[in-house]
């Protein structure tokens, strides 16, 4: 499994916190038990889903400093969701060069998101970065 396919499924299971951020793990250990993957991927899956889930209120901090006229609240599920993967990779994954969550947060948006996600949640990460 690659970076990419790795990156969707940590967003999938980020996206389920929007509906109920209690028994996360508990979740994403359920997730991973109907996933076709080495242990490997499942393991950096989980880790890094456990990751940002841990540092949720951080990452929102972030996300609410930079989106200037919108609230978490307002922003559509999705996009959020995104924006949290792709804020823990720049702020806390040292292994993630920066542009390239930002060019994979936007595919992404590209391929989950509305018709305007793509260009919005470029336009929060280059704020986030600068």
């Known amino acids: 499994m690659n970076r990419r396919t790795m990156r969707e499924h940590i967003f999938k299971a980020i ?11 508990e979740r994403m250990e359920v997730y991973l038990g109907h996933l076709e993957a080495d242990e490997d991927a ?14 949720l209120s ?22 959020v969701s995104i924006l949290r993967l792709a804020v823990y990779e720049i702020r806390y994954d040292e292994d993630i060069p920066t542009n390239v969550a930002i060019n994979e947060a ?15 949640v470029n336009g929060i990460l280059a704020k986030v970065v600068n």
């Open 15 to 25: 996206f389920s916190i929007e509906f109920n951020d209690e028994a996360f793990e």
């Open 42 to 55: 499942k393991t950096y899956i989980r880790h890094k889903g456990l990751n940002i889930s841990n540092k």
């Open 58 to 79: 951080d990452i929102d901090q972030v996300i609410s400093q930079h989106a200037t006229k919108w609230s978490i609240d307002r922003m559509a599920k999705v996009d």
């Open 106 to 120: 936007v595919e992404i948006a590209k391929k989950y998101g509305g018709d305007h996600s793509a260009s919005f």
